[in-house]
């Protein structure tokens, strides 16, 4: 991998928010859910689809705090449009962890 240089993470904004809707998403070629993810402001809410089903069900989403990369050029996921990158790590067996604050922060944080 190429190096980076610290004017290259500054690129990044990465946010907290909390995840006020989710649903399944079955059109997804791979299993995912369809999160909406408020960013207080200036952000607001914003739409992501996310692969985190092996660990996390929709209605269990709702109110936990995740981050995102909200600086992205929307994506088009089969007929849904994805308007953040939520960010997850992988477990031992490659599915995702979502990546969360461990205390409650305020919605529209930037990581740092």
Known sequence: MA???FDDFLK???RCGTIIA????PEARKPAVKLEID???PFGRCKSSAQITAHYQP???VGKQVLA????PPRQIGPFMSEV?????????GEVVLVVPDK?????VKLY
């Open 3 to 5: 190096e980076a240089l």
């Open 12 to 14: 990044l904004d990465i």
């Open 22 to 25: 989710a649903q399944p998403f």
């Open 39 to 41: 960013f207080g402001t």
């Open 59 to 61: 209605e269990a989403l």
């Open 69 to 72: 990369v909200v600086n992205f």
């Open 85 to 93: 990158l939520t960010l997850g790590l992988p477990d031992a067996n």
């Open 104 to 108: 409650p922060v305020p919605d529209g």
